[in-house]
């Protein structure tokens, strides 16, 4: 898998946050494309986040998606199976991290990471100057998931 840089991610932030045509378009290119995704973040899981906080997680994973897909062109297509075990793998990480303070909580996932400006952008995402977009509690279950799908999407290791 390609670095994913933080120009493409800047670059595709702006074309989807700037158009709706285009933010409709991808939404459209998810849904066909990768409907194990699709099915994961319009699940029951997020019952709990606000509206704001699913749209917002939509809007994210769409900036993912097509960064990802400027890069590589082709992206395979994710298994429920696949993304669950990410989540659970990257739940029981944080799980075992006793910092309170969320940017210390996910620094761990920063080690040895491959697609840190991916990672950077879900956390600078959801940090305090978001705060109208993400609550606290929201926070750590949207990073996990976004994590997950990151993960999935760049790890060619199929489970």
Request: proline residues 1%; aromatic residues 12%; negative net charge.
């Amino acid at each position: 898998m390609k670095f994913i840089s933080e120009d493409i991610i800047d670059a595709i932030t702006e074309e989807i946050g700037g158009s709706e045509t285009s933010f409709k378009q991808t939404v459209m290119e998810l849904r066909k494309e990768q409907p194990a995704v699709t099915a994961y973040i319009f699940s029951e899981n997020f019952d709990l986040f606000t509206q704001s906080e699913k749209e917002y997680l939509l809007f994210l994973v769409l900036v993912i998606f097509k960064s990802i897909k400027k890069e590589v062109g082709h992206l395979e297509e994710v298994s429920e199976k696949k993304l669950g075990k990410n989540e659970e793998v990257n739940w029981q990480i944080l799980g075992a991290v006793t910092a309170k303070i969320f940017r210390e909580r996910v620094d761990i996932f920063f080690k040895n990471y491959f697609q840190e400006d991916l990672l950077a952008f879900v956390e600078d995402s959801l940090v305090e100057e978001e705060e109208e977009l993400v609550t606290k509690v929201g926070r750590e279950p949207m990073f996990v998931a976004l994590k997950s799908i990151i993960d999935s999407w760049c790890d060619n290791e199929e489970l």
